[in-house]
């Protein structure tokens, strides 16, 4: 059982949602669960599963546990999404390990982040992830050159920058994101895997020193250590608020199988960072809801912040109560991203970052170098705009 139960059944009131969240126990449950099939809903299995891009394990599970449970066109209908989640994740790991190549061949050094790669590194299978993008991580240096080469491959930013617009993107973002065959193939290239303001010391250049190597499609690539890993994937985790249980799985199954994870250094690397609240929710999160192993002084170390527990259950109100059906506002998000950090330096940080301008604020309105000061100023309206906009999306019955 977990160490520290955080999925209430006032929260999972429905088998459906336990049946979801089932999906890495040994099957006695799941079978005692579908014994029953006529009282699952099982569009509500598949629809949530879905949203928290997880199709892929559940069926992998179902079908090896209780198949013989499940109504016929219900596990028909997994094993295709199952399908063709293992074709695009072929074709994409493909494309991935040929743009490596490419990277290679001009000097270039790179490493594939989350995607293909932790579907191997973490789950040891390609077709238990769902992924949808290629995020590969260079040297800021780099990160131009890198850009004409896939440029020259067909690839194209969604706007056309000019320079200027470029150069002030460099210097407020983390990553480019470039796509072709009319945006079904996307590349993101990463120079940090997260912006300094939003997770102080995460930087790129601080992971090249500590690669580990791996086998991707028989070729073998480099990926980050698993302590570097797992840390971002906290912060990755946070900063979008966990509202996908897939990012929860990802941390769960990367402690599940590096059972070399040396947990005093992942400890010191995210204390000296100011991470360790993104990092110890993420834990509590992976082993609250997942069972997750952890060591006992690490599980100590999660009891002790308090804060951890208020935040891991506003997250899983997210994820199976109604208020999930709503994209976190403007003012929800903030206000998460400030308790999640425990420092008023790391918070100042955050509130920097919130004032920075996003491609979205460029492209909406351009504007020459001169006056690109501008850019911050009308950030704040941005937010609201968007918040706005997306908020009407749901109204209209066309979000989540």
């Known amino acids: 059982m977990p160490f520290m139960p955080v999925v209430s059944d006032e929260l999972t009131s429905r088998v459906e949602d336990e049946l979801v969240l089932l999906y890495a126990e040994t099957g006695a449950r799941i079978k005692a669960i579908t014994s029953s099939p006529d009282e699952v809903d099982w569009d509500y299995v598949y629809q949530l599963a879905r949203s928290h891009s997880v199709l892929p394990l559940i069926y992998s599970q179902l079908?090896?546990?209780?198949?013989?449970?499940?109504?016929?066109?219900?596990?028909?209908?997994?094993?295709?999404?199952?399908?063709?989640?293992?074709?695009?994740?072929?074709?994409?790991?493909?494309?991935?390990?040929r743009i490596l190549q490419t990277f290679a061949a001009a000097g270039i050094e790179a490493v594939p982040y989350k995607g293909p790669a932790l579907a191997v590194?973490?789950?040891?299978?390609?077709?238990?992830?769902?992924?949808?993008?290629?995020?590969?991580?260079?040297?800021?240096?780099?990160?131009?050159?890198?850009?004409?080469?896939?440029?020259?491959?067909?690839?194209?930013c969604g706007t056309p920058w000019t320079n200027a617009q470029q150069a002030l993107l460099m210097r407020t973002q983390h990553n480019l994101s470039l796509s072709r065959e009319e945006g079904r193939l996307v590349v993101e290239l990463h120079w940090e895997v997260a912006s300094s303001l939003f997770a102080s010391s995460l930087q790129a250049e601080e992971f090249w020193g500590r690669l580990e190597t791996m086998r991707?499609?028989?070729?073998?690539?480099?990926?980050?250590?698993?302590?570097?890993?797992?840390?971002?994937?906290?912060?990755?985790?946070?900063?979008?608020?966990?509202?996908?249980?897939?990012?929860?799985?990802?941390?769960?199954?990367?402690?599940?199988?590096?059972?070399?994870?040396?947990?005093?250094?992942?400890?010191e690397r995210s204390a000296s960072s100011g991470n360790d609240r993104m990092l110890f929710l993420g834990l509590h999160l992976a082993s609250g809801v997942l069972d997750a192993p952890l060591p006992e002084h690490v599980k100590s170390k999660l009891r002790a912040d308090t804060m951890v527990a208020s935040l891991a259950n506003q997250v899983l109100k997210r994820l199976f109560g109604a208020v999930g059906r709503t994209p976190a506002s403007i003012s929800q998000t903030i206000r998460f991203n400030w308790a999640v950090r425990a420092g008023w330096r790391s918070r100042l940080r955050y509130c920097r970052l919130l004032l920075q301008p996003t491609d979205a604020d460029i492209e909406t309105v351009p504007l020459p170098r001169p006056l690109s000061f501008v850019y911050y100023l009308m950030r704040p309206l941005g937010l609201l705009r968007r918040d706005r906009e997306r908020r009407l999306v749901v109204g209209n019955g066309r979000g989540r």
Not at 219 to 224: A, C
Not at 234 to 263: F, N, Y
């Open 63 to 97: 079908s090896t546990t209780a198949a013989a449970n499940v109504p016929p066109d219900q596990l028909a209908r997994l094993k295709e999404s199952y399908q063709d989640n293992v074709a695009r994740n072929l074709l994409l790991t493909a494309e991935l390990c």
């Open 121 to 156: 590194y973490a789950y040891g299978k390609l077709a238990l992830r769902r992924f949808v993008d290629l995020d590969i991580l260079v040297r800021k240096a780099d990160t131009l050159r890198a850009k004409e080469l896939l440029t020259a491959e067909g690839f194209v």
């Open 216 to 267: 991707l499609n028989n070729v073998v690539v480099k990926t980050l250590s698993a302590e570097d890993l797992l840390l971002s994937l906290c912060v990755h985790g946070s900063k979008h608020l966990w509202e996908r249980l897939a990012w929860i799985c990802d941390v769960a199954e990367l402690a599940k199988t590096r059972t070399d994870l040396d947990w005093g250094v992942l400890l």
